[in-house]
């Protein structure tokens, strides 16, 4: 087979898999694994090159924090601070907004958004139910502050861990470039939410205060299950935390430290293993695994390359490339999975190290990344989980209801950090 053949089967297999992951006609791991396949079967990809492809530090960097979460979940842990949060609040719409954006966004942060979400969402909708209030701004708030929040770390968002492993990023890099531009957005996201909904957000002086001994009323500690695993969870999970910060500086992955900390606490807890792995997305890991080497595909035969090369010749400065790959993938992911997008994207950029400092390019690319799913009802996976359990409580949010607000937060939040990026490393 020529090398000029083995580009049309991996551009066609790859073509062929994003339509089908766009499309939903199968389901997106289904439709990785069978490129992958058709990749391998075909030998455009030859099978000892596998290992190169597949990113073993994202890959198990996921599966030691999914085992972490679904241990530290059966204690009751998120529920507790889902309470605490409402009590903090003392009634007021308001205040209820800011407090569980902001928890949100934190939680986010350290947890994937989909598990984020799942625990605080049906908290939130109980908690509007008291205060007699409609639920949607407070469910959008959630989702844009889950997506937000995953930007500020490494760990915090797939598309995140995924450059990080690729360009040897390392957490405290993530969270001084990508922080600051998380917490500005947050604070832009929360402002422009109340201003839009305001009105659906008044209740009376008496409301307030039937509402806040209401909630008064409800007590955390029934939320633990378990007081002992709760205790070991937040442990360990501060003890995870804490690594990251300094991991690069004790020579370690931030996969073996996910690791180290999801069997500590098996191990301390006597869970039974087979639990926590049954409650592992290994259709997300197996996704993954799929995508990598039909990206890998691209990069055996040359598409890369030649794409990077045709790209400088209309980039001719880093700062000209920062606006194109932060705007082209806010907008790529408020349409299609911020995943795959991130997987084609990475041997992108490092292709153009040649000729640019690629550097600000990774933070340009998290940014559009993880903040373009704000855009529409199915541009991150976070919205569809929170639009779904809201339609099973008879909380309808249509696709335009979310695109009016949520594309004018995707605009001003990806155009605020992008500038951030443009004055830290570019120079006004």
């Keep these: 087979m020529t090398p000029s053949e083995e580009m049309i089967i991996a551009l066609s297999v790859f073509a062929f898999t994003y339509a089908l992951i ?32 597949l990113d073993l530090g994202t890959l198990l960097l996921l599966v030691g924090m999914m085992m972490i979460v679904n241990t530290a979940r059966e204690s009751g842990l998120f529920e507790f601070i889902a309470i605490k949060t409402a009590k903090l609040a003392k009634g007021s719409p308001m205040r209820v907004l800011l407090l569980f954006s902001v928890v949100t966004a934190v939680v986010s942060s350290v947890l994937d958004n989909v598990t984020t979400v799942l625990l605080l969402t049906p908290m939130l909708l109980y908690i509007a139910r008291l205060m007699e209030v409609n639920p949607v ?6 989702i844009f502050s889950s997506n937000i929040g995953g930007t500020a770390t490494l760990i915090g968002d797939p598309p995140n861990i995924m450059i990080g492993s690729a360009a040897g990023l390392s957490f405290n890099e993530f969270l001084v470039n990508m922080g600051p531009i998380a ?11 109340y201003l839009a909904y305001r009105n659906v957000m008044r209740i009376s002086p008496e409301g307030r205060e039937r509402i806040r001994s209401t909630i008064e009323n409800l007590r955390e500690e029934e939320a633990v299950r378990d007081y002992s695993l709760f205790r070991k969870s937040l442990t360990v999970i501060i003890a995870v935390v804490l690594l990251f910060f300094v991991h690069d500086r004790l020579g370690l992955h931030p996969a073996v430290v996910a690791l180290t900390g999801a069997s500590v606490l098996l191990i301390w807890s006597r869970m039974e293993p087979t639990e926590v792995l049954e409650k592992v997305e290994w259709t997300a890991i197996f996704f993954f695994m799929g995508l990598f080497i039909i990206v890998g595909s691209l990069v055996q ?15 001719h400065t880093t700062g000209e490339a920062v606006v194109v790959i932060t705007w082209f993938s806010a907008v790529a992911s408020s349409i299609v999975d911020n995943i795959p997008l991130t997987a084609t994207m990475i041997p992108l950029i490092k292709s153009m190290g040649v000729s640019l400092n690629v550097y600000p390019l990774w933070w340009a ?22 639009l779904g359990i809201a339609a099973r409580e008879r909380v309808k949010i249509t696709f335009m209801d979310f695109l009016k607000i949520g594309l004018v937060i995707m605009l001003l939040t990806v155009g605020v950090g992008t500038l951030i990026i443009w004055v830290k490393y570019v120079g006004v």
């Design 365 to 386: 690319l998290s940014l559009g990344a993880c903040l373009g799913g704000n855009g529409t009802a199915i541009g991150a996976s976070a919205n569809v989980v929170v």
């Design 137 to 142: 701004p407070y469910l959008l708030a959630e």
């Design 301 to 315: 035969t040359g598409v890369i390359k030649d794409v990077a090369s045709w790209l400088l010749t209309y980039l």
């Design 22 to 53: 766009i499309t939903e006609k199968v389901h997106r791991t289904v439709a990785a694994l069978f490129g992958a396949s058709l990749v391998l079967f075909a030998g455009v990809v030859p099978w000892e090159k596998v290992p190169e492809y």
């Design 183 to 193: 917490a500005v957005d947050l604070i832009l996201t929360v402002g422009v939410i």
